[in-house]
């Protein structure tokens, strides 16, 4: 059973940083299912939100509201993958997601395995 954690997230002012962490259990390493590893987010009353993913191959996209600002990457086991967030603004706040899936695309249903989220909130 495929099984990701995250932690990191917490209350922050703005301008401030926090990294989140995913630690990803239960797969088999680069198979398809779990080949890009991704960070979503949902604000109250919004729906979910692709931030930023990461391919097997190492190819990364942001959303436009993050680049600049949000870093992804993971570890060489890809069993981790972390987003370092920077100039965290009042809009970032929200749950943040991490999830597994099979498409470097920051499109939710393409993501098979997700974790129970991290609340950051970013006061002004």
């Known amino acids: 059973e495929v099984k990701l954690v995250e932690s990191g997230g917490g209350p922050v002012q703005a301008g401030g940083s926090l990294r989140l962490s995913c630690v990803i259990s239960g797969y088999s390493y680069g198979t398809s299912p779990t080949s890009c590893l991704a960070w979503f987010r949902q604000a109250p009353g919004k729906g979910r939100e692709g931030v930023a993913v990461?391919?097997?191959?190492?190819?990364?996209e942001y959303a436009d509201s993050v680049k600049g600002r949000f870093t992804i990457s993971r570890n060489n086991a890809n069993d981790t993958v972390w987003l370092q967030m920077n100039s965290l603004k009042p809009m970032d706040s929200a749950m943040y997601y991490c999830?597994?899936?099979?498409?470097?695309?920051?499109?939710?249903?393409?993501?098979?395995?997700w974790g129970q989220g991290t609340q950051v909130t970013v006061s002004s």
């Open positions: 999830a597994a899936g099979s498409a470097l695309s920051l499109n939710a249903n393409w993501f098979h395995y």
């Open positions: 990461i391919g097997y191959g190492g190819s990364i």
